[in-house]
């Protein structure tokens, strides 16, 4: 299995601050067939359902505001909030769908500061 | 509106058996991969294994090949997840999800399902 790790576990930011979560893949996950990193970020509220933010590492899902961004490639990987919301409050996942059983990361709680 | 909706929460003894389903709605159903995630209390998003709901070819993370089975009835565009003996370590949240490209095996989940609650407690 690949294993996906994130840094850091926990951070606080102030309101408007730049917020960076990255994520470390024990292999590339860069696909050949797809010609894109089988990366993707979530964001989880909660007691709600996780929801996609980004898909192949850095393409925004629809309706996802353009504060959120996702980087990198091959094995590093980051989301990065430019300027943090207070609904922005969350846990936030990596995944790779690159091989089977797909993975994710322990997940990085982000609070304000 | 595309949706998936699942069961509510149960609440069982320790070898007892268990089905929960995952109904999807306004899409075409039988044309994606739907997936299953399991969130212990307090804890993380772990990655079950995926069914094509077109034909059941299934797949499973070798932490869960065996100890649950996933199984579709396409006719009333329904997803399941079953359990034949249930342990305390199953109490979860299970999230049903549907991939982002239909077809696609290796894909991100772009819609979730709100969850079911398994407690499993003698």
């Known amino acids: 299995d690949i294993v996906m790790t994130q840094s850091p576990d926990s951070l606080a930011v102030s309101l408007g601050e730049r917020a960076s979560i990255n994520c470390k893949s024990s292999?590339?996950?860069?696909?050949?067939?797809?010609?894109?990193?089988?990366l993707a970020w979530y964001q989880q509220k909660p007691g709600q359902p996780p929801k996609l933010l980004i898909y192949?590492?850095?393409t925004r899902e629809s309706g996802v505001p353009d504060r959120f961004s996702g980087s990198g490639s091959g094995t590093d990987f980051t989301l990065t909030i430019s300027s943090l919301q207070a609904e922005d409050v969350a846990v936030y996942y990596c995944?790779?769908?690159?091989?089977?059983?797909?993975?994710f990361g322990q997940g990085t709680k982000v609070e304000i500061k | 509106e595309v949706q998936l909706v699942q069961s509510g929460a149960e609440v069982k003894k320790p070898g007892e058996s268990l089905k929960i389903s995952c109904k999807g709605s306004g899409y075409s159903f039988d044309s994606y991969w739907i997936g299953w995630v399991r969130q212990m209390p307090g804890k993380g998003l772990e990655w079950m294994g995926i069914?094509?709901?077109?034909?059941?070819?299934?797949r499973y993370s070798p932490s869960f090949e065996g100890q649950v089975t996933m199984s579709v009835d396409r006719s009333i565009s329904t997803a399941y997840l079953q359990w034949s003996s249930l342990k305390a370590s199953d109490t979860a949240m299970y999230y049903c999800?549907?991939?982002?490209?239909?077809?696609?095996?290796?894909?991100?989940?772009?819609?979730w399902g709100q969850g079911t609650m398994v407690t499993v407690s003698s």
């Open positions: 999800a549907r991939h982002l490209y239909g077809g696609n095996m290796e894909d991100a989940f772009d819609m």
């Open positions: 292999q590339s996950v860069f696909s050949s067939i797809h010609k894109n990193n089988c």
């Open positions: 069914i094509y709901t077109g034909d059941s070819d299934a």
């Open positions: 192949w590492a850095s």
């Open positions: 995944q790779q769908y690159y091989s089977i059983p797909a993975t």
